[in-house]
């Protein structure tokens, strides 16, 4: 199975500021099946990228994906009060596996 | 709306069964896969399996197999996933996803907390 391995485990960070999240891979993600999940408490994981740059329907263009093979990022430009929460990446090809996440909080 | 709508929380004993549903609404069904996802508590995301609700052709992660059992009832559009011989560890949030034909997941059900405790 393929690893994922996020870093930071935790982003302190204030409104506006930006965020830059890293998703690292064991081996090649093929044909960049890789995803970011935004989940706060007590809700479901909502999708934000696919296909490591595509942002899924009605995610605010405050949130970039970017990268290929074994290195992916996701950016958020000017932090929202709303954007605070846990990030997870995934790899979604013949056996899908998910990165340990990255939580975003208030400095 | 495309929207997953899964059954409620159950307690459960160690050793015995647990059946989860999600019933799909706003698509067709028969034509996207379903994976379920399950997160304990305070943890990360895992994995379990798929199914194919045309065939009902499955996949399981290699942890669950031989414990774990996806199903559907195409005349209600839903999908069902059954863990068998339960553990404290297995204390978690169960989540059915619908995977788009590019694999990726959305959208989510909201989950089903099964909790499991002598």
């Known amino acids: 199975d393929i690893v994922l391995t996020q870093s930071p485990g935790t982003l302190s960070l204030s409104p506006g500021e930006s965020a830059t999240l890293s998703c690292r891979a064991s081996q090649s993600v093929s044909s960049n099946f890789l995803a970011w999940f935004q989940q706060k408490p007590g809700q479901a994981p909502r999708l934000l990228i696919f296909?490591?740059?595509s942002r899924a329907t009605g995610i605010p263009d405050r949130f970039s994906g970017s990268g290929s093979g074994t290195d992916f990022t996701l950016t958020i430009s000017r932090l929202e009060p709303e954007d605070f929460a846990v990030y997870y990446c995934q790899q979604y090809g013949y056996s899908p596996t998910f990165g340990q996440g990255t939580k975003v909080e208030i400095k | 709306q495309v929207q997953l709508v899964q059954s409620g929380a159950e307690v459960k004993k160690p050793g015995a069964s647990v059946k989860v549903s999600c019933k799909a609404s706003g698509y067709t069904f028969t034509n996207y896969d379903v994976h379920w996802v399950r997160q304990a508590t305070g943890q990360g995301l895992e994995w379990m399996g798929w199914m194919n609700p045309n065939s009902g052709n499955t996949g399981y992660a290699q942890k669950f197999q031989g414990r774990v059992t996806m199903t559907r009832n195409t005349s209600i559009s839903t999908a069902y996933m059954e863990l068998s011989t339960l553990r404290s560890e297995d204390t978690a949030v169960y989540y059915c996803a619908r995977a788009w034909k590019g694999g990726y997941f959305d959208p989510w059900g909201q989950g089903t907390l099964v909790t499991v405790s002598s």
């Open positions: 296909g490591a740059s």
